[in-house]
């Protein structure tokens, strides 16, 4: 449904994932105060994959709509933490100043809308306060229109970006 693209294999002698231990526990019931059980949690925001390690092993692994641990699939908001995870060593490196830093600094095509007083900040925490409909399921929704403008490049995805309009303001909601 949506565009991918496969990540290529590493040039050169790949190395294997390493693969944690697996000490499995039915947790599928276990309850969280304000929360429920992990189950409720799951079936309430359509999970389609649940994975906890704790002490270095996978001690729940579930699935649904489909998906399997041998099965291909989009990475979605794992690739959010990866990002974070590579603005840090950014910063570390001084390619950027902080987290703090406007959004507009590195991106100059930003500097307009919406997105004009945001920080890395806002970003990295899903609080920009950018209106925003992430329906999969809706063909007009931003994540639709935003897939098929990828085509297009760069300039038309700035373009859109700058147009849209703030709900809320930045870092007061998720």
């Not at 990866?82 to 570390?92: D, E, F, Q, R, T």
Request: aromatic fraction near 10%.
């Amino acid at each position: 449904i949506y565009a991918t693209r496969a990540i290529a294999h590493v040039v050169g002698e790949p190395r294997p994932a390493y693969p944690l231990p697996v000490a499995l526990r039915d947790l599928s019931q276990l309850k969280v105060e304000g929360v429920g059980s992990i189950e409720d949690y799951r079936q309430r925001h359509h999970v389609a994959g649940m994975l906890v390690i704790q002490g270095g092993k996978i001690v729940y692994e579930q699935y649904a709509f489909g998906h399997a641990a041998d099965k291909k699939w989009t990475s979605w908001s794992v690739a959010k933490s990866l990002v974070s995870i590579l603005v840090g060593a950014a910063i570390k490196e001084g390619y950027i100043g902080g987290v703090d830093d406007l959004v507009s600094d590195y991106l100059p095509s930003l500097k307009r809308g919406a997105y004009a007083a945001l920080t890395i900040k806002h970003l990295l925490q899903m609080s920009s306060g950018v209106q925003w409909n992430e329906r999969y399921d809706d063909p007009n929704s931003d994540v639709a229109r935003f897939g098929a403008l990828r085509s297009q490049g760069e300039p038309a995805i700035m373009r859109y970006l700058s147009a849209k309009p703030r709900a809320h303001e930045p870092g007061t909601r998720f």
